[in-house]
């Protein structure tokens, strides 16, 4: 089992860069992989960027390509979202998800997710 806690949400300008971060306890955070996915009011959930357990393996959606930068650090149990070049597009709930494989977009696949984050961007 493990709990996952994200933070780093706000109101930002268009341009402009936030980092969430995806905390995790419980068991060793290296037996999971994570996956960042988003939900826009009236969307679909949608995801975002996912990185295998080592770190060694990671993937993006199309729309945040060059933007958005998904690492971690498992000494911290903390896996990051570095988000730039940020549009009012990008505005959502980001959640974290963790699985015991790497899922990539599969959000079914995650069984364990946090509350999420609001990330606000103005134009």
């Known amino acids: 089992q493990v709990q996952l806690v994200e933070s780093g949400g706000g109101l930002v300008q268009a341009g402009g860069s936030l980092r969430l971060s995806c905390a995790a306890s419980?068991?060793?955070?290296?037996?999971?992989?994570v996956g960042w996915f988003r939900q826009a009011p009236g969307k679909e959930r949608e995801f975002v960027a996912g990185i295998s357990r080592s770190g060694g393996s990671t993937g993006s959606a199309d729309s945040v390509k060059g933007r958005f930068t998904i690492s971690r650090d498992n000494a911290k149990n903390t896996v990051y979202l570095q988000m730039n070049s940020l549009k009012p597009e990008d505005t959502a709930v980001y959640h974290c998800?963790?699985?015991?494989?790497?899922?990539?977009?599969?959000?079914?696949?995650?069984?364990?997710w946090g509350q999420g984050t609001q990330v606000t961007v103005s134009s």
């Open positions: 998800a963790a699985s015991s494989y790497y899922a990539g977009s599969l959000a079914a696949s995650y069984p364990y």
């Open positions: 419980g068991r060793t955070f290296g037996s999971y992989a």
